[in-house]
């Protein structure tokens, strides 16, 4: 089973911009496909952005045009770049893998939140 650490969580004010990352242990994190989900306090976790190991993105429609998430095979890491961040961005950020569901996640990692505040 795939371990998961997620980094680069903090506050930001809104219109800001963060990066977050997901490293991976094991030697075939280049046949995952990744996701990131975030959890904001009494909300559900939802799905945010995805990334196929081809490389094909899916995004949520409140997030489209402001995050970009992307992957480096090299490094087992996966990225959540996001801009011009809202309050309503404040969660915490989950990544986790999937064989062909992205809402039937396999493994989870810790978390990281990101605060979006002035």
């Known amino acids: 089973q795939v371990q998961l650490v997620e980094s680069g969580g903090g506050l930001v004010q809104p219109g800001g911009s963060l990066r977050i990352s997901c490293a991976a242990s094991?030697?075939?994190?280049?046949?995952?496909?990744m996701a990131w989900y975030r959890q904001a306090p009494g909300k559900q976790r939802e799905l945010v952005a995805a990334?196929?190991?081809?490389?094909?993105?899916y995004y949520t429609d409140s997030v489209k045009g402001r995050f970009s998430i992307s992957r480096d095979n090299a490094k087992n890491t996966v990225y959540l770049q996001m801009n011009s961040l809202k309050p309503e961005d404040t969660a915490v950020y989950y990544c986790?893998?999937?064989?062909?569901?992205?809402?039937?996640?396999?493994?989870w990692g810790q978390g990281t939140q990101v605060t979006v505040s002035s």
């Open positions: 986790g893998n999937y064989n062909s569901d992205p809402h039937q996640i396999h493994s």
């Open positions: 094991g030697s075939i994190f280049s046949i995952y496909h």
């Open positions: 990334i196929l190991s081809g490389g094909i993105t």
